[in-house]
């Protein structure tokens, strides 16, 4: 059975950076897609960065050159390092992958930007 954890979660002032993981068990990052999402309050879940097999990069547009998605196969951890937070930043983020089409949710890590 697939389970994903996600944590790092936190708060952060503006500017701050925080890197969440998620670890995977029962599933491989090694070669396959691991994505994050977010969903703020009040706003339905959106997608922020997702991490191919191949290890090719993809960014929503307000994550593209502030956040960075990467993966340690060894520990078999996805990471997402966020840098230059902003109070819009302010979300439940979730790792997501997908085993034989079925989805995987993590329950999510909460990260609260304000002063």
């Known amino acids: 059975q697939v389970q994903l954890v996600e944590s790092g979660g936190g708060w952060a002032q503006p500017g701050e950076s925080l890197r969440l993981s998620c670890a995977a068990s029962?599933?491989?990052?090694?070669?396959?897609?691991v994505t994050w999402y977010r969903q703020a309050p009040g706003s339905q879940r959106a997608w922020v960065a997702s991490?191919?097999?191949?290890?090719?990069?993809d960014y929503e547009e307000f994550a593209r050159g502030r956040f960075t998605v990467s993966r340690d196969n060894a520990k078999n951890v996805a990471y997402l390092q966020m840098n230059a937070l902003k109070p819009e930043d302010t979300a439940v983020y979730y790792c997501?992958?997908?085993?034989?089409?079925?989805?995987?949710w993590g329950n999510g890590t909460l990260v609260n930007v304000s002063v």
């Open positions: 029962g599933y491989s990052f090694r070669n396959n897609i």
């Open positions: 997501h992958v997908s085993a034989r089409g079925v989805p995987y």
């Open positions: 991490l191919t097999g191949g290890g090719y990069p």
